[in-house]
C-alpha cells in the first residue's frame, strides 16, 4: 500500500510542475483583460486553497492513525491465523473474533474521516472555480465598469484553459501527503534492525487454567492501541 502510494504521486510529478505555470499565466490574462477588478476573485480563490492545505494536513495525522492501527489489526490477525489450531481446540473463535473486530471498527473510523477529508476538498475545489468567476464578474460591475458577452465569454474561455489545473491540484495536494506519510513509514521499516525469528506473542501471552471444569483464559492480548 505504501508503494501504491509513492507510485501514485510519481507519474503526477510532470502535471504538478505544469499546475502553477499554467495558472500564473491564465490569471496573467485575466488581469489584462479584466483589469484589477478580479483580484477579489482571485484573493477568495487563495482563500479556498488554504482551506484545503489545513485539511490536507490534518488528513496527515488522520492518516498516520490509520495506517497504525491496520498495522495492529494484520498483526492480531496474523496471530489467530498462526495458532488456529489452539483455538480451535479450546472453543476461542467468538473471543478472539471479538479483539480482530475492535480494532478494525478503530480501523473504520480513521478510514471514515480520511473519506471525510477528500470529499471536502473535491466539493472545496469544484465550488471555488464557480465562485471566482461569480466574484470578478460583479465586483466588474460594481465598480462601474460594462460587461459585455464578448467579454464574459472571452473571460470564460481563458478560465477554462487553466481550470483542470484548479482541479488536478487538490488531488497532488492530497496524493502528495499521503505519499510523505508513506515514505516515512518505508524508512521506517528500512532502517529498522533484522528479526531473525518473529516470536508468537499468543503462546507467550495465553495462559489456560482449569478450574471447576471451566477454562479461563488470561492475559489474551495486551491493549497495542
Given at each position: 500500500m505504501d508503494a501504491r502510494r509513492i507510485n501514485a504521486v510519481a507519474w503526477m510529478l510532470n502535471i504538478l510542475i505544469l499546475c502553477p505555470f499554467t495558472i500564473l499565466f491564465g490569471l496573467t490574462y485575466l488581469y489584462v483583460l479584466m483589469g484589477w477588478t478580479?483580484?477579489?476573485g482571485l484573493v477568495l480563490f487563495f482563500v479556498f486553497m488554504a482551506?484545503?492545505?489545513l485539511v490536507v494536513k490534518k488528513g496527515m495525522h488522520f492518516l498516520k492513525e490509520f495506517m497504525?492501527?491496520?498495522g495492529v489489526r494484520i498483526k492480531r490477525t496474523d496471530e489467530v491465523f498462526s495458532n488456529i489450531k489452539l483455538i480451535k481446540a479450546y472453543s476461542l473463535e467468538r473471543f478472539f473474533l471479538k479483539k480482530i473486530v475492535d480494532?478494525?471498527?478503530?480501523?473504520l473510523n480513521w478510514l471514515k474521516l480520511l473519506l471525510y477529508?477528500?470529499?471536502f476538498t473535491m466539493v472545496n475545489a469544484n465550488i471555488g472555480p464557480g465562485v471566482f468567476l461569480l466574484t470578478i464578474f460583479a465586483v466588474h460591475v460594481a465598480a462601474g465598469n460594462q460587461l459585455t458577452s464578448g467579454k464574459i465569454f472571452t473571460t470564460i474561455?481563458?478560465?477554462n484553459s487553466f481550470i483542470w489545473a484548479l482541479y488536478y491540484l487538490p488531488n497532488i495536494f492530497i496524493n502528495f501527503i499521503d505519499m510523505l506519510t508513506s515514505s516515512e513509514r518505508l524508512t521506517n521499516y528500512l532502517l529498522s534492525e533484522k528479526i531473525e525469528k518473529w516470536p508468537n506473542l499468543f503462546s507467550e501471552r495465553v495462559l489456560l487454567k482449569t478450574e471447576r471444569s471451566e477454562i479461563r483464559v488470561a492475559a489474551l492480548f495486551d491493549e497495542e492501541y
Open positions: 478580479f483580484l477579489p482551506v484545503n492545505v497504525k492501527v491496520r480494532v478494525r471498527g478503530k480501523e477529508r477528500n470529499i474561455s481563458v478560465f
